[in-house]
């Protein structure tokens, strides 16, 4: 199974606000962009659903921005994916013109696999993926972005 650009773009933006709690300013769709080096528009889009779900707080406007919205060491993994990937099956029997769709065994090994897969990633919250060394480096980008951001207001 590949997870969706969508999904890991998602996961980033968590991740990357999820070690901002310090900062007094939003992060920025723009400076999340230029951190991972993401497309802006794709980003939006991104962003917008995570704002729909309430997970993320979007301000707009010069001293608008992003916040996490939600609490970190309650937001599971697998919740955040089912809402990014969707649900649909992982092969559409019902779609195809396949001789084995009445008697076919895979369509429910796939099922039982893509469940399986949600529920160990629903063992991981958004806290728990942020700590160590990648808490530590989102932090440090954090810091980076922002001593740039301010040698450059200089």
Not at 6 to 14: A, E, H, K, W, Y
Not at 65 to 81: E, M, Q, S
Not at 86 to 100: P, Q
């Amino acid at each position: 199974m590949r997870l969706t650009r969508f999904s890991d773009i998602g996961l980033r933006v968590l991740i990357y606000l999820a070690r901002s709690g310090e900062r007094r300013s939003p992060v920025t769709v723009a400076e999340i962009g230029a951190q991972f080096d993401l497309p802006v528009n794709h980003l939006v889009k991104v962003v917008g659903q995570l704002a729909r779900v309430g997970w993320v707080t979007a301000t707009r406007g010069r001293n608008g921005g992003l916040r996490l919205a939600a609490d970190p060491d309650l937001l599971r993994v697998g919740v955040v994916l089912r809402e990014l990937e969707g649900d649909a099956e992982m092969v559409d029997c019902e779609g195809s013109n396949c001789s084995l769709r009445g008697d076919c065994i895979l369509r429910g090994a796939l099922e039982a696999g893509k469940r399986a897969f949600y529920n160990a990633m629903d063992a991981y919250t958004l806290s728990a993926i942020t700590q160590g060394g990648t808490g530590e480096q989102i932090v440090r980008m954090h810091r980076m972005y922002l001593n740039q951001a301010e040698g450059a207001a200089a």
